[in-house]
């Protein structure tokens, strides 16, 4: 669980012109989506929730090593009770998302997987108390459960505004949904990205999106 495609597409969908001074990394895990919001958004501070203690040392020891290190912050806590007046430009998330009710006997990664971790509309709430008046939130999460989460944002006048949906391979239904929300309201902007062609080898679109975040080319 150290990168995953899920982070990456995430981290290369948000908007670049959006120009973000604050940014608030949700569940930052090892930290691979706020290293990427630092490398892009050069005049922003990153700030990084992590529950666990164990991954939170682990992103701190990736903070520490990278070159952005004076503008990335970690806070080891529970989200939803942590206790801060800052307000946020962008906040982005890989929130947990599955709903099983036999969750994986790791707890470590059944925390960081399972919803009831992190249930909507507590987290809709605490995103809402933290966004500036003109943020905007950046998620991902599963297609199917498109309606639950815009529901649970709609409760504090939260909206999309884009919504780019994701095939895992050519052919396929929707997998994964990326969605910004925000207070203004706009009409929703559509789009979508393939990860993979038939044959099990990554599209163009996806190498030319993430081609900055390899070390190689990709198959």
Request: net charge negative; aromatic share 10%; with cysteine.
């Amino acid at each position: 669980m150290k990168v995953g495609t899920d982070a990456l597409l995430l981290s290369v969908a948000i908007d670049p012109e959006i120009e973000p001074l604050n940014v608030l990394d949700v569940g930052t895990g090892t930290g691979v989506l706020s290293l990427v919001m630092a490398q892009r958004f050069l005049n922003a501070s990153i700030d990084g929730v992590e529950l666990d203690e164990v991954t939170a040392e682990e992103c701190r020891f990736n903070f520490e090593q990278s070159k952005w290190r004076d503008r990335l912050r970690l806070y080891t806590a529970d989200f939803l009770s942590w206790d801060t007046k800052a307000q946020y430009d962008l906040i982005i998330s890989n929130p947990p998302y599955y709903t099983s009710l036999n969750p994986n006997a790791d707890e470590r990664k059944a925390n960081s997987r399972h919803i009831k971790s992190l249930p909507m509309e507590p987290f809709a709430q605490k995103c809402d108390q933290l966004l500036s008046e003109s943020g905007s939130i950046w998620l991902i999460f599963p297609n199917a459960d498109r309606s639950l989460w815009y529901e649970a944002f709609h409760k504090y006048h939260l909206a999309p505004g884009i919504e780019i949906n994701i095939r895992g391979k050519e052919g396929e239904p929707y997998k994964r949904t990326i969605t910004a929300l925000s207070r203004q309201p706009r009409e929703t902007k559509y789009s979508e990205i393939t990860v993979r062609k038939i044959d099990g080898r990554y599209t163009d679109q996806y190498k030319l999106l993430t081609l900055e975040l390899h070390d190689r080319i990709l198959d």
